[in-house]
C-alpha cells in the first residue's frame, strides 16, 4: 500500500527544518493536570494490565460524557471500549463488521486510513465524492443523490468522519434526515462514525452526530480520541461505543489486536476528567482563535483560506499561484519558504483524477501562535 502522504510530507519537513503544518499534532503540552493524574497512577503501581474493555472508572466517566454531550445513554459494562487511539478502534470496528465482497461507502476526500482497512477486511471501497469548493461556495458539500445511488443490497457500511479530516466540515440536521431515509430502506446497512474531533466545532454550533437519534444510533460505532482533545495524540487512546450486539463483535477483534490499554493512562485521564477544569468545555473557543488567527494571517498571503467549520485544520486554495499538481505545489512550498502542508488530492482514490485536481492544501493550526505567526511570514513570500 505504499508510504501514507504523513511520513513523506514529515520526513520532507524534517529534512528542511520545515515548519510542519501538515500532520496534524499540537506543538504545545498536554494539561499539567493531566500529566499529574497519569504520574500519580504510575506512583500507586497502576502499571499492569487493564481489563481488556478497559478500566471500569475510564468507562463510567465516558458513558457520562456521551450523556452529556450527545443525550446518548452506553452501558459501560457492554457498550464502551478504549481503545489504542482512534486508529485502533476503526480497525478493530472494520475488521470485525466488514466480511469478504461487502461494499463500504467513503466520503472523498477521505482520510487515509478507511480504505487500507476495509482492503485488509476482505470488503470493497466505493468512493462517493463531495461537491467540491467552487467560486459560489468555501466549502465542501455532501452530495446525498450520489450517496444513495451508490448504496445497494451488498452495502454493508457507510463511514463518516465528522467534524472531518481533511474537508473541514460538520454534519447538519438534514444530514441525519438524509441517513435516516437511507438506513430506512436497507436494514443491514451499518454506520461507522470517526468523531476523533467531536470537541473541535467554531461559530457556536453544536457537534451534531447520528447518535442524536434512536434510528441512527442503533446501527452505529461511535468512535473518539482522548489524543484530540487532550494535546496527546502520541499517548493513543480512544474508545469506541456502540449498541452490545456490534460491540460484542468489536471486541473479538480487539482482545487480540492489543487486548488492553495503557492502565496508568487510563487512570489519569478517567481522574482528570471527574475533575474536569473546563478543558473539554473550552476546547472549541480556544481553537477558534487559533483558526482565525491562521485565516486572516492567510489573507495577507496568494493562498486563499478556506472556511473551516471544525477539527484543528482549515484548506487553502493555490489556484492564484498558478495551476499545477497539489502535492508538487506542498513539496515546492516546503523547500521555497519552509512550510509543510499536506495536498488534500491525496485523500481521493486517484489523486490525478479531475475530481481531485482542486488545487488545495491542508494546513494544522494546532501550533503555538508564534509558529502560526511565523508560517504566514513565510508564506507570505509566495
Known amino acids: 500500500m505504499g508510504q501514507t502522504i504523513f511520513c513523506e510530507m514529515t520526513a520532507l519537513a524534517l529534512e528542511t527544518g520545515s515548519l510542519n503544518l501538515g500532520?496534524?499534532?499540537?506543538?504545545?503540552?498536554?494539561?499539567?493536570?493531566?500529566?499529574?493524574?497519569?504520574?500519580?497512577?504510575?506512583?500507586?503501581?497502576?502499571?499492569?494490565?487493564?481489563?481488556?474493555?478497559?478500566?471500569?472508572?475510564?468507562?463510567e466517566v465516558i458513558a457520562g460524557r456521551m450523556q452529556m454531550q450527545h443525550g446518548r445513554a452506553y452501558d459501560m459494562q457492554d457498550e464502551i471500549t478504549v481503545t489504542s487511539g482512534a486508529t485502533e478502534a476503526l480497525m478493530s470496528s472494520i475488521l470485525a463488521l466488514v466480511h469478504t465482497g461487502d461494499d463500504v461507502i467513503l466520503l472523498d476526500p477521505a482520510y487515509d486510513v478507511y480504505e487500507p482497512a476495509v482492503?485488509?477486511?476482505?470488503?470493497?471501497?466505493?468512493?462517493?465524492?463531495?461537491?467540491?469548493?467552487?467560486?459560489?461556495?468555501?466549502?465542501?458539500?455532501?452530495?446525498?443523490?450520489?450517496?444513495?445511488?451508490?448504496?445497494?443490497?451488498?452495502?454493508?457500511?457507510?463511514?463518516?468522519?465528522?467534524?472531518s479530516n481533511p474537508s473541514c466540515i460538520t454534519l447538519k440536521e438534514a444530514d441525519l434526515d438524509a441517513l435516516e431515509h437511507l438506513l430506512s430502506r436497507?436494514?443491514?446497512?451499518?454506520?461507522?462514525?470517526?468523531?476523533?474531533?467531536?470537541?473541535?466545532?467554531?461559530?457556536?454550533?453544536?457537534?451534531v452526530s447520528p447518535i442524536s437519534r434512536d434510528t441512527?444510533?442503533?446501527?452505529?460505532?461511535?468512535?473518539?480520541?482522548?489524543?484530540?482533545?487532550?494535546?496527546?495524540?502520541?499517548?493513543?487512546?480512544?474508545?469506541?461505543?456502540?449498541?452490545?450486539?456490534?460491540?460484542?463483535?468489536?471486541?473479538?477483534?480487539?482482545?487480540?489486536?492489543?487486548?488492553?490499554?495503557?492502565?496508568?493512562?487510563?487512570?489519569?485521564?478517567?481522574?482528570?476528567?471527574?475533575?474536569?477544569?473546563?478543558?473539554?468545555?473550552?476546547?472549541s473557543s480556544f481553537y477558534q482563535k487559533k483558526r482565525d488567527r491562521l485565516y486572516e494571517g492567510l489573507l495577507t498571503t496568494r493562498l486563499r483560506p478556506l472556511h473551516s467549520e471544525g477539527t484543528f485544520f482549515l484548506l487553502v486554495d493555490t489556484s492564484a499561484l498558478g495551476k499545477q499538481d497539489a502535492k508538487e505545489m506542498a513539496i515546492q512550498m516546503t523547500h521555497k519558504v519552509g512550510v509543510t502542508a499536506i495536498p488534500v488530492a491525496t485523500f481521493y482514490r486517484d489523486p490525478t483524477s479531475p475530481e481531485a485536481s482542486h488545487g488545495l492544501l491542508r494546513l494544522c493550526f494546532a501550533k503555538r501562535d508564534v509558529t502560526l505567526d511565523q508560517a504566514v511570514e513565510r508564506l507570505q513570500k509566495l
Open 216 to 283: 441512527l444510533a442503533a446501527r452505529t460505532v461511535f468512535i473518539s480520541s482522548f489524543g484530540k482533545t487532550f494535546h496527546a495524540t502520541g499517548w493513543k487512546i480512544g474508545f469506541c461505543c456502540a449498541p452490545r450486539a456490534i460491540m460484542d463483535e468489536i471486541r473479538k477483534v480487539h482482545q487480540f489486536m492489543v487486548y488492553s490499554v495503557s492502565t496508568p493512562m487510563q487512570a489519569g485521564i478517567a481522574r482528570f476528567m471527574k475533575a474536569d477544569d473546563g478543558t473539554i468545555a473550552g476546547l
Open 119 to 163: 482492503q485488509l477486511a476482505g470488503g470493497q471501497a466505493v468512493r462517493v465524492p463531495m461537491r467540491a469548493p467552487d467560486a459560489s461556495q468555501d466549502r465542501f458539500m455532501l452530495d446525498w443523490d450520489r450517496i444513495g445511488d451508490a448504496v445497494h443490497a451488498n452495502t454493508r457500511m457507510i463511514i463518516l468522519n465528522f467534524p
Open 186 to 207: 436497507f436494514p443491514d446497512l451499518l454506520l461507522l462514525s470517526d468523531e476523533a474531533y467531536e470537541h473541535i466545532v467554531f461559530d457556536g454550533h453544536p457537534q
Open 23 to 59: 500532520q496534524g499534532y499540537p506543538d504545545y503540552s498536554p494539561p499539567a493536570k493531566l500529566i499529574a493524574a497519569i504520574h500519580q497512577a504510575m506512583l500507586e503501581n497502576l502499571n499492569q494490565y487493564a481489563p481488556m474493555q478497559g478500566l471500569p472508572v475510564l468507562r
